[in-house]
């Protein structure tokens, strides 16, 4: 009978190990993700696109940056990226007006992180257009030829495009994700369910890994 019961304490202790490195539940729509009830038109063909919502001054959109990348880098050619930096109001316009700067001149991927590092780090708040003016020609940018680009009408165009996507996703809040048009998510979204997250770390690490299944979710239904 001992060694019965011992057998039987083994079963039960093996079953909970199990069930405690048991792969995390399917996500739900309307709970860990949303499915917009308006698809958006995306310009990645048979790829999946994911763009990002964010704000250069939201220490949200900071602490999600490192493992974003480290995320993107992962898809690789699975996925097309973009971001869109988001509208609020006119004391972080010339915020908004650098990142489609950068983007339009294709220094996007040189400088992304370092406008994040002089904000959240150096706490130079980039919020006039001469402080914007002169970190760029700290970091080596042609500061007329910026100001030019940063003031032209094809920059006002943008903002106003990302305008329209704000409305298209309904995007209220920030960093928030967007699957191929169809699906958004988000760190807090993507915790409601288990509400396990521990520190912010932890909950962007949940939002990637419903990231992950929406981006599946999306390819399979392309096919």
Known sequence: ???LKKVL???ALCGAAAGAFASPAEPKNGVEYETL???????????IEVTEF?????????????????????????IVFKRVHVSRDPSVAPQQRLFFTLQAMGLLDQLHAKVFHAMHVEHNR???DEAVFDFVARQ???????????????????????DSMMQGYNVTFWPM?????????????????SQSAKNEEQL????????????????AEKK
Not at 54 to 78: I, M, R, S, T
Not at 204 to 219: H, I, Y
């Open 140 to 162: 080596g940018v042609d500061r007329q030829k910026f100001i030019d680009t940063y003031r032209s009408m094809g920059i006002s165009g943008r903002i106003r495009h990302a």
């Open 177 to 193: 994700i967007a699957i191929d048009g169809r699906y958004i998510t988000s760190p807090s979204q993507a915790d409601q369910a």
């Open 9 to 11: 304490l083994a079963a």
């Open 37 to 47: 009830a308006t698809a958006q038109p995306t310009e990645a063909g048979k790829k």
């Open 1 to 3: 009978m001992r060694f």
């Open 54 to 78: 964010f704000a250069y001054y939201c220490p949200h959109c900071n602490a999600l940056e490192p493992q974003l990348a480290a995320w993107v880098k992962k898809q690789g050619d699975n």
């Open 126 to 128: 980039l919020n006039t």
């Open 204 to 219: 962007n690490a949940q939002a990637l890994t419903v990231m992950d299944v929406l981006v599946a979710k999306a390819k």
